[in-house]
């Protein structure tokens, strides 16, 4: 199970466990349990150890994330000796919906470099056959989120930008539309790994901390990990695109904030109509998820003065002229 380059206690070292119901609270903030408990989660995910291998080659050595549809771990491949990203899809058409859209984008995209596209699959069965399929992809570094871009140069932002802007279009010529508008979804590069062994990736990604997922019957073992937090001065100014968002992705990088809010009652919608004014009425009815407001198509109503697009690039972008303010609120 364990690279074979690596010292003896590099063999057995795959982070530490929770000491006490502080760190055990923590680390529940960072990943909810019942997305694993079969008779609690529509979605259910599939349950993993850290220092598990699978498929008989990928050495799971640490957590990216997880959304709502996967969990993302980093391991090792040990046929290859490299560093590979596992999204690990959960239960149903999820994975096989995601491969086929990555399908259609390699066969009619002309330019993929920004993309992150997976290089190979497999499917890992539950005790009862239902199949999780797990994407193999190339190493990223971290999501943008406001604390890392307060940490980067504007000039950076808008490079980046720009390669967003770029790529969202060559996905737009091909006749694909993106659909999930996530920051979450821009990654940053991430500077070469150049030691195989395990120790020295914990020394720049934070060893995992970890509990065996409690208060749900699994079905295999598996565990609650923190995600990897990786250095300022380990991620490079490459930016690259995942699930395609455009819009906010650009907001995020220009502003420095989310461009809407999400804790109002109705969630991000109404933190859109609060910015934007109401949408088509037409459009009622079309919300699928809960939390759906009626309100939302009250055509009366008009955007708020004091958090629409305009008063939110005024505030955030204080630096800027009037003419560039004005063009970046038409292209938004």
Request: with cysteine; net charge negative.
């Amino acid at each position: 199970m364990a690279n074979t380059e690596a010292s003896n206690a590099d063999a057995t070292d795959f982070g530490d466990f929770v000491k006490n119901e502080e760190e055990e609270l923590d680390l529940e903030e960072v990943e909810p349990w019942h997305r694993y408990a079969t008779e609690e989660a529509q979605n259910v995910l599939y349950s993993i150890s850290v220092g598990e291998v699978l498929n008989e080659r990928y050495l799971v050595e640490h957590k990216l994330g997880f959304g709502g549809g996967s969990t993302v771990w980093m391991a090792f491949d040990l046929q290859e000796k490299t560093n590979v990203a596992l999204k690990v899809m959960a239960v149903g058409k999820w994975g096989d919906n995601e491969t086929e859209i990555q399908d259609e984008i390699i066969k009619t995209v002309q330019h993929t470099s920004r993309l992150v596209l997976y290089t190979t699959t497999f499917s890992l069965l539950r005790d009862d056959g239902s199949p999780h399929r797990v994407l193999v992809l190339p190493m990223k570094g971290s999501s943008i989120c406001t604390l890392t871009l307060k940490k980067t140069p504007m000039a950076s932002h808008m490079s980046a930008a720009q390669k967003s802007l770029e790529t969202v279009a060559s996905l737009h010529e091909a006749g694909i539309l993106h659909r999930d508008l996530n920051a979450r979804n821009c990654m940053r590069g991430l500077a070469p790994i150049k030691s195989p062994s395990r120790s020295a990736k914990y020394e720049l990604s934070g060893r995992p901390m970890k509990q065996i997922i409690p208060f749900v019957n699994l079905w295999k073992r598996g565990d609650l990990v923190s995600p990897v937090k990786v250095p300022e001065d380990f991620r490079t100014d490459e930016f690259y695109l995942y699930d395609f968002g455009d819009m906010a992705i650009f907001s995020m990088l220009y502003l420095n904030f989310p461009p809407f809010p999400t804790d109002l009652q109705g969630g991000v919608v109404s933190g859109m109509v609060e910015c934007l004014g109401p949408p088509p009425e037409q459009w009622k009815g079309h919300f699928t998820h809960p939390g759906r407001l009626d309100k939302w198509y009250d055509q009366t109503q008009t955007a708020d003065p004091e958090n629409d697009l305009a008063a939110k690039l005024a505030y955030f972008r204080s630096d800027i002229d009037i003419v560039e303010r004005q063009l970046v609120q038409s292209r938004m």
